[in-house]
């Protein structure tokens, strides 16, 4: 049977706003941190998966998916509203990990649990005239950013600790910019992710088992802690993996940091895992930008080549909201092979009309919202496998 067409009058308004959010400018490096104008991009992800990603025949699924757009544009439009109200100065100091308040997630306790899980978000922030770096001080964001965190926070925390700070993360407006323009805003987010991860290591770890993860711009932010940090062997012997999924990984980047080590099975350990899903025809994207490569593996058959996994192998694609309950779950959604050219993930069994890219800076076919939906219940379980192997459970 032939999947319904799930696009509604609030999805349109919503990836109208979100395209406007992306004509924002702005201020030279030293506004890094000046006020907001919050366009409210749900994650990256919950503006398109609530709304499309419903099975076949579930009609109340998709009248909630329709109520969960219409409460975004609704939460679009009033944060729009209060940012024209706010003004914080572009030298807004940097976040204090010691108070709890600048945590999304601190779960100190539940010491019996076998690992940790330091969690980067994605980006919720669509940037403005005057900042292209979200500011702490903005609760409409911040809620947010809680938010896109539940949509993937089960994920992982099934057996371990979950910790996830605020940080000063860039909007998607800087995704617009030329690369190297780009950075020093990503600098100011990464400075905040820094502090955090060694303020977490200082005070809260205590010898645990780590695991990294991120999704989109929070992959990026972990890449950048192990090119930073994971060097020293007291912290990579502490390492479980790294989950650094909708973000690229070249040969570049492993020959210049060794201690990038790539999985290449379902249960070793101390190694990064990566993919970014794209339909079959796609040659370019924001990240895999066409005459690159990128380092992958499939969360169906855990392989490294072309190998085809069949969407049998899919344990359950599963769409969640911002409580994280899973709204859908849709076993054997699709399966998925890596292209030998790009490294990119391709996915076979789904169209870009039941599953558009969402937002302006990507084209249809770019399944990025989804890399976590797709493959949530494999991940889920290759998070437990891991630790497992690395716990000798």
């Known amino acids: 049977m032939k999947r319904r067409n799930q696009h509604s009058l609030p999805y349109f308004l919503l990836a109208l ?3 406007l959010s992306l004509f924002a400018g702005c201020s030279p ?59 914080v100065a572009s030298s807004e100091a940097a976040p204090d990990y010691s108070d709890a308040v600048n945590w999304a997630y601190l779960e100190t306790e539940d010491t019996e649990k076998a690992a940790d899980v330091f969690f980067i978000c994605p980006s919720v922030y669509g940037g403005s005239d005057d900042a292209c770096n979200m500011s702490l001080s903005d609760m409409d964001t911040k809620e947010s950013f809680v938010g896109a965190i539940n949509m993937e926070k089960g994920i992982y925390d099934a057996d371990s600790r979950f910790f996830a700070p605020y940080y000063r993360q860039i909007g998607l407006n800087v995704y617009e910019m030329p690369e190297a323009d780009r950075e020093p805003y990503l600098e100011t987010a990464y400075a905040d992710v820094r502090d955090a991860f060694l303020y977490y290591m200082e005070n809260y770890n205590e010898g645990r088992p780590i695991v990294l993860a991120g999704f989109s711009q929070g992959a990026d932010m972990c890449l950048r802690l192990m090119k930073d940090l994971f060097d020293d062997e007291a912290l990579a012997d502490q390492h479980v993996a790294c ?48 005459g690159t490569k990128t380092f992958a593996i499939n969360p169906l058959n855990w392989k490294t080549d072309s190998t085809p996994a069949d969407k049998s192998l ?27 050219t790009r490294g990119a993930l391709k996915v076979p069994d789904v169209s870009p009309e039941d599953y558009p890219a969402g ?32 716990t000798g459970a």
């Not at 992800?45 to 609530?50: G, K, P």
């Not at 890399?371 to 497992?388: K, M, P």
């Open 29 to 87: 490096a030293a506004g890094n941190t000046a006020a907001t104008t919050e366009a409210s991009v749900e994650a990256e992800t919950e503006s398109v998966t609530s709304e499309t990603s419903v099975s076949e025949t579930d009609e109340s699924d998709t009248a909630a998916s329709e109520t969960a757009a219409t409460e975004t544009v609704s939460e679009t439009e009033t944060a729009q509203t209060d940012a024209s109200e706010t003004d």
């Open 243 to 290: 989950y650094a999924i909708g973000w690229r990984i070249t040969e570049e980047d492993v020959a210049e940091y060794p201690q990038l080590k790539m999985a290449t099975g379902e249960n070793d350990t101390g190694v990064i895992v990566s993919f970014n899903s794209e339909a079959e025809d796609v040659t370019d994207s924001l990240m895999i930008p066409e």
């Open 314 to 340: 899919n344990l359950g694609a599963c769409f969640t909201d911002y409580s994280g309950e899973i709204t859908s779950e849709i076993p054997q959604l699709t399966g998925a092979y890596i292209d030998e």
């Open 359 to 390: 937002l302006s800076i990507f084209t249809d076919g770019i399944y990025h919202l989804y890399d976590y939906q797709f493959f949530y219940r494999n991940l889920q379980e290759n998070v437990q496998t891991r630790i497992d192997a690395f």
């Open 17 to 19: 706003l979100l395209s």
